[in-house]
């Protein structure tokens, strides 16, 4: 079955479009969207993702809360320095989507609590730069036993074949929310 010429032309302007289309992704949420039926708070996917994540990280904040003083929001960050830094800021928000307000009150702690060091960026000397302290490297590696022991008893539910498709659900879930609204704002 062939196309009509005109049809062809209607889907390549469409195409066309989409490519300059200067709408924010949140706009195309919202567009053409029919009645809302009522909202099952228990099935739907961002909040039982986010119930899901404080209750595991309730789980883990205990021992190192109480072990370490830490907050949820302090080991993040040293977490994410562990593995990406010495990192910006913004850059610690951006990887753990945390909020600027948040990052910066646990960045204060954890550099007063001298768990984090916050130098000068080499390339730009108004930017500042984060990096674990030898302190914060010795706690981070006393969490991280404390860490994998409860993501092997979390995950122990699900077979290595659900394992594989959780973690590739979830990569595309988080590709498909960062293509809807994008990464945070960077410095």
């Excluded at 969490?143 to 409860?150: E, F, G, H, R």
Aim: aromatic share 4%; net charge negative.
């Amino acid at each position: 079955m062939t196309a009509h010429p005109a049809e062809m032309e209607v889907a390549t302007a469409n195409r066309l479009d989409q490519r300059t289309d200067t709408r924010q992704p949140d706009e195309d949420l919202t567009r053409d969207l029919p009645p809302a039926p009522a909202l099952i708070l228990e099935d739907y996917l961002p909040y039982r993702l986010s119930v899901l994540s404080n209750t595991v990280s309730r789980a883990l904040a205990r021992l190192y809360e109480q072990r370490f003083g830490l907050t949820v929001a302090e080991w993040r960050i040293m977490a994410v320095l562990a593995r990406f830094g010495p990192l910006s800021a913004n850059a610690v928000c951006d990887r753990t989507a945390m909020d600027k307000v948040q990052v910066s009150r646990a960045v204060a702690r954890a550099v007063d609590g001298g768990l984090v060091d916050r130098g000068i960026d080499s390339v730009d000397r108004r930017r500042s730069v984060l990096t674990l302290t030898a302190k914060g490297r010795g706690i981070h590696d006393q969490i991280v036993p404390l860490a994998a022991n409860l993501q092997t008893h979390l995950l122990a539910s699900l077979t290595a074949e659900e394992n594989v498709q959780l973690y590739d659900m979830l990569a595309r879930l988080h590709a498909r929310a960062r293509e809807l609204h994008g990464p945070q704002d960077e410095e």
